[in-house]
């Protein structure tokens, strides 16, 4: 069993905050995930506050991983795959600043591991269009309400979530 202490944190946003913490929830190696807002000017807001699009936030999974069983290079790899990098301010029905594409490193090699992977994503010819996705230090973590927590799991969805 791993030591808590070895454990990192990593936060992305990729749409509706219930289909990427899905996406994490699904690795070996992921001990925890936890959704909410980060990135905004609103102290402690509300999902219906975030919900209009006014204070700031993205919508955000915080995974809390071992970086022994797992790397934030797996990570990133399964960032990309979940969302489209190169729609801004959208992610498939989900339209609004609160669904942007971003990632807030925790770290400064978080920093150069996620600038290098999106320019290899961006050099690879995957997306005709230009990726938009944010590479910010990381804010303020708010949690999401509890009904929003394990949403996929309280309530049986099987299929992907938020018009994916």
Not at 43 to 72: F, L, W
């Amino acid at each position: 069993m791993s030591n808590k202490t070895n454990l990192q944190k990593a936060t992305f946003g990729a749409g509706c905050f219930w289909h990427v913490q899905q996406a994490f929830d699904q690795f070996k190696g992921v001990k925890a995930t936890t959704v909410g807002f980060m990135g905004g000017h609103v102290k402690d807001p509300s999902y219906k506050q975030v919900s209009t699009g006014q204070t700031g936030h993205a919508e955000v999974c915080q995974v809390i991983y071992d970086p022994n069983k797992i790397s934030y290079e797996q990570l990133l790899e399964k960032f990309w795959e979940i969302h489209d990098p190169t729609q801004l301010n959208q992610q498939g029905l989900d339209i609004g600043s609160q669904y942007r594409s971003v990632i807030f490193y925790h770290n400064q090699k978080q920093k150069m591991l996620a600038k290098q992977s999106k320019k290899n994503l961006a050099q690879s010819d995957q997306y005709k269009k230009e990726i938009v996705t944010e590479i910010k230090p990381v804010a303020e973590f708010y949690p999401a309400e509890e009904y929003h927590q394990d949403y996929y799991k309280k309530h049986k969805l099987k299929a992907k979530l938020c018009g994916f």
